[in-house]
């Protein structure tokens, strides 16, 4: 922490001022910081350097007790006594001004406490036990939670899993994250005397990480002044053009805002609701989207109005009087108060014409709603203090979620992210997912998603690795895809296969679009590889000549499939005659054969024809010593009969289950995919896999490898599947395997 802070009065990159802010004393914590060292107050009064923190917080907490403030002051003061910033200042003015930040954003005691003390245990001799001793568990926490990991311990991997360890702090007390907040944009303020690379470094994972947290946790206040820090240090021109556009702007006679807000105050008064109108400008990087957006900017662009009013009801009063009284465009409102965002905001969004074309957006909210849009969770106060009377569930402001949605998600799949880089390249990705989504499942439950998430999401949010088996879903009761993008108010019902070693195709990770996902996808994948690479280096090789693969290896299994080395020529010698009934190796459930003549023979289902009851079947060895079973009319059978290969006799055994490969050929429309896997489930039939070959002509070619409880039941789902409007055939395959 003490590494990013340097001179503020230094020149370099400012927080945008000027008409964006209500001018207010600056407070030279310079000189308050070397009155510190003058040395500490009398125990019985208020140190008078934090007599700044102790106006702003009582602003908040009227009866507010100040002596933790105080003993907290003291020791802060007396343990970084001697150090000094970069810049020559006391190093306590530091930690008094994160501490003024929070004050004037409303945070209570204990926040404050521990944000004196948040460099404590970091650049000096205090311990984490004497923090908790002097202040409680709770204090030691947050100091705990905002305290940086030692280079000389983690080296490269510090600041990553400094990052790490924060987030999981804040998923047991979001506090943690709005010190480590202040913290930075105290930082970033008094960046202007680092070297430019540094600043560079600094900004951008202020930009990437920090900001979407803050965004997040819906601290307003601090992230438009993070990001007006990041744009005047990594895009200095724009800055520059920006701030002169806000400077041109300012000194025009006239102010389309001010007129339209005047004129909205007497609309409220005739209406008799009362009712607070402010204009409210836009910030740097605002006015800079705007710019973007609209090309040439006009005095409506830089800022938008603010209507506060004291109940939910009269936000609505008010909505209501602007579109009676005034021009509305219809489709900028919203309504943020019936559905509010993730990180807890609640307005009314609306937007009112003027008669020469310039468009004024207005906010309506209370401001109880007001002070969670500026200040977020810090506004939400102690997590695991009792709700006050006035702020009970019954005045309809919405409670307090210690731990949101997405803050769960994230510490889901931190724990499954194998090593720091990869947590900290998906940390950036997820947070820059910055919209979230609700869709339900149908025992009325919900998952929250950011937008853009998929089925497959969706089904790793739920199930979490039990989603490997996830065979496709419905959403809003029709059958979609696992790809299938969802919607904020989806129903989404994940259909689950029944195979406990079903695992997931590479193709999900194109589908995936959240952390928690393609990290589970990524390791099952990886333990997949692994398997097979242990299998080879085991000896997965063409067995010699004379010792036959045992049944059940991969080598038998490449034999049974018809692919791998030519077949050893002539019979198989002979055995005594027994029939044995295998089960076929072509999956859990299938048919069972009786091989005549062979006992201790392996049987295998040719993946070319897909034999199924009653087909009339005949086998053939391969290398290994395994039968592999076809159709009597398979183009292989002709072929292996005149290349000599040794025939036996075969037949269906009791078992009449059995896995079969079907081609559907259709026309192409839309849901045609949907309404064939529907097809095929009303049948009460399991899909093991689907391909869809592109459409060539209008015409799409379906093979859907399909395990049939019984097999008798081949016809009526073969009908059923030609039933589907616009396929015109359904046949069993024929595939011509090579090197059979």
Request: hydrophobic fraction near 40%.
């Amino acid at each position: 922490m003490s590494a990013d802070a340097t001179n503020p009065a230094a020149p370099g990159p400012v927080a945008p001022a000027g008409p964006r802010r209500r001018a207010r004393p600056r407070i030279d914590l310079r000189r308050l910081g070397r009155a510190a060292l003058l040395g500490p107050a009398a125990r019985d009064r208020l140190p008078d350097a934090i007599g700044h923190v102790a106006e702003a917080h009582r602003a908040h907490f009227p009866e507010a007790d100040l002596e933790p403030l105080r003993r907290a002051y003291v020791l802060a003061e007396s343990s970084h006594r001697g150090q000094m910033r970069k810049s020559g200042e006391p190093y306590i003015t530091h930690p008094l001004a994160v501490t003024l930040i929070l004050a004037e954003l409303g945070a209570e005691t204990t926040t404050l406490t521990a944000s004196l003390l948040h460099d404590t245990v970091e650049d000096t001799d205090v311990t984490l036990d004497q923090v908790r001793d002097q202040f409680g568990e709770e204090v030691r926490y947050l100091v705990d939670g905002v305290t940086k990991l030692e280079k000389v311990d983690y080296g490269a991997a510090a600041e990553p899993e400094t990052f790490r360890k924060m987030l999981v702090a804040t998923g047991n007390d979001v506090r943690v994250m709005s010190i480590k907040l202040a913290d930075r944009l105290h930082n970033m303020r008094t960046l202007g005397v680092m070297r430019p690379e540094k600043q560079a470094r600094i900004a951008k994972v202020t930009r990437d990480v920090l900001i979407p947290l803050a965004e997040r946790l819906g601290v307003q206040a601090l992230k438009t002044e993070l990001e007006d820090l990041v744009f005047a240090i990594l895009h200095p021109e724009e800055y520059t053009h920006t701030r002169e556009l806000i400077a041109e702007n300012a000194g025009r006679p006239d102010d389309p805002l001010t007129e339209v807000a005047e004129q909205v105050r007497g609309v409220l008064r005739e209406a008799d609701v009362p009712a607070e109108v402010l204009v409210r400008p836009r910030h740097f990087v605002s006015v800079h989207r705007v710019s973007r957006k609209r090309g040439r900017l006009r005095g409506s662009d830089f800022g938008r109005l603010l209507v506060l009013v004291n109940e939910d009801a009269d936000c609505y009063a008010v909505l209501g009087e602007l579109h009676t009284c005034m021009t509305p465009v219809v489709s900028e409102f919203k309504d943020f108060i019936a559905v509010p965002k993730f990180n807890l905001y609640q307005s009314l969004h609306t937007a009112v014409a003027r008669e020469d074309g310039q468009v004024v957006e207005v906010l309506i909210r209370t401001h109880q709603m007001h002070k969670v849009a500026e200040a977020g969770v810090v506004a939400l106060g102690n997590p695991y203090a009792p709700p006050a009377e006035e702020h009970s569930a019954s005045d309809g402001e919405r409670a307090d979620p210690t731990r949101p949605g997405w803050l769960s998600r994230l510490l889901e799949w931190q724990q499954a992210a194998p090593d720091p880089d990869t947590f900290w390249s998906t940390l950036r990705e997820d947070l820059a997912q910055d919209r979230e989504i609700t869709v339900f499942r149908p025992d009325g439950g919900t998952l929250g998603l950011p937008e853009g998430a998929t089925c497959v999401d969706a089904a790793y949010a739920q199930y979490g690795e039990d989603a490997h088996a996830c065979i496709g879903a419905r959403v809003n009761g029709r059958l979609a895809t696992l790809s299938t993008v969802l919607k904020d108010g989806d129903t989404v019902q994940l259909l689950m296969g029944q195979d406990p070693a079903s695992e997931p195709s590479e193709e999900w990770l194109d589908h995936a679009h959240t952390p928690a996902a393609r990290i589970a996808i990524q390791r099952r994948l990886a333990t997949r590889q692994s398997a097979a690479d242990r299998a080879q280096d085991a000896g997965d090789a063409p067995p010699a000549a004379g010792n036959p693969a045992p049944a059940g290896s991969a080598a038998a299994a490449r034999a049974g499939a018809g692919v791998g080395p030519p077949p050893v020529p002539g019979p198989v010698a002979p055995v005594p005659s027994a029939g044995l009934t295998v089960q076929a190796a072509s999956g859990p459930g299938t048919a069972s054969v009786v091989v005549v003549g062979r006992p201790d023979t392996a049987a295998r289902l040719a993946g070319c024809c897909t034999p199924v009851p009653p087909d009339e079947i005949t086998g053939f060895a391969v290398r290994g010593g395994m039968v592999t079973v076809h159709r009597v009319e398979c183009a292989a059978v002709t072929r292996m009969r005149s290349a000599g290969r040794a025939e036996f006799g075969v037949h269906w055994g009791e078992t009449t289950a059995c896995r079969v490969t079907l081609l559907a050929e259709s026309f192409g429309r839309p849901h045609l995919l949907a309404d064939l896997t529907e097809a095929i489930a009303l049948e009460g039939v399991e899909i093991i896999s689907a391909t869809v070959a592109p459409p060539a002509q209008q015409r799409v070619r379906h093979t859907y490898t399909l395990q049939l409880p019984d097999a008798a039941g081949l016809p009526a789902l073969m009908r059923a599947m030609r039933n589907v409007p616009g396929v015109y055939d359904v046949s069993r395959t024929q595939r011509q395997p090579p090197g059979v």
